[in-house]
């Protein structure tokens, strides 16, 4: 969707800059993140610090997070071996847990993030796991009204988020 880069703040803060590349699919995935990460803050979801938008450039602004994608983890080659013990396996898999329950039932707007696998989880430095890459994400307000959907929105959408959760993605 981009390129990423590791940028330092006068302040001495990382951040993390998706430059987006100029296409009209990309800036459908840009408008996608900005309506879903710019309105949820939730510990599990990788925070959206800002954006810029000028001529053809389009940047999104996001908190760096040092150790990385859980796929460069669970698919290290032999020489850069990285090893998740199980008990910071377990955590990783009920941070995750908790922000696609989140999404999906714990705020006014429900959302699927319809992109999940380990290449969309990255790790702090505690390793507490944040989704990003909600490009594909779909946002629905909540309404009285909207009852009659919910059940087509849980049988479609919010299942293909619970068997992404599910699903070990190969190299």
Same mark, same amino acid.
Request: contains cysteine; proline residues 2%; aromatic residues 10%.
């Given at each position: !969707?981009?390129? !990423?880069?590791?940028?330092?703040? @006068?302040?001495? #803060?990382?951040?993390?800059? +998706?430059? !987006? *590349?100029?296409?009209?699919?990309?800036?459908?995935?840009?408008?996608?993140? $900005?309506?879903? &990460? %710019?309105?949820?803050? *939730?510990?599990?979801? &990788? @925070?959206?610090?800002?954006?810029?938008? /000028?001529?053809?450039?389009?940047? &999104?602004?996001?908190?760096?997070?040092?150790? %990385? +994608? $859980?796929?460069? #983890?669970?698919?290290?080659?032999?020489?850069?071996?990285?090893?998740? /013990?199980?008990? $910071?396996?377990?955590?990783?898999?009920?941070?995750?847990?908790?922000?696609?329950? #989140?999404? *999906? *039932?714990?705020?006014?707007?429900?959302?699927?993030?319809?992109?999940?696998?380990?290449?969309?989880?990255?790790?702090?430095?505690?390793?507490? @796991? +944040?989704?990003?890459?909600?490009?594909?994400?779909?946002?629905?307000?909540?309404?009285?009204?909207?009852?009659?959907?919910?059940?087509?929105?849980?049988?479609?959408?919010? +299942?293909?988020?619970?068997?992404?959760? %599910?699903?070990?993605?190969? /190299?």
């Amino acid at each position: !969707m981009g390129t !990423m880069y590791k940028a330092t703040l @006068p302040n001495g #803060w990382f951040v993390a800059e +998706k430059r !987006m *590349h100029d296409s009209r699919h990309f800036e459908e995935h840009m408008v996608s993140e $900005l309506k879903t &990460l %710019g309105r949820l803050r *939730h510990n599990n979801l &990788l @925070p959206l610090l800002g954006f810029c938008i /000028e001529s053809k450039e389009r940047l &999104l602004v996001y908190k760096y997070i040092s150790n %990385g +994608k $859980l796929f460069d #983890w669970l698919h290290s080659v032999e020489a850069q071996k990285k090893i998740l /013990e199980w008990p $910071l396996t377990v955590k990783i898999a009920v941070g995750v847990a908790r922000g696609l329950a #989140w999404l *999906h *039932h714990g705020y006014n707007a429900r959302v699927v993030h319809l992109n999940i696998n380990s290449r969309s989880i990255l790790l702090d430095r505690n390793f507490e @796991p +944040k989704l990003s890459n909600f490009g594909e994400a779909m946002l629905r307000i909540s309404t009285k009204s909207s009852r009659v959907n919910s059940d087509f929105w849980e049988m479609a959408f919010v +299942k293909e988020d619970v068997h992404g959760y %599910g699903v070990r993605e190969s /190299e």
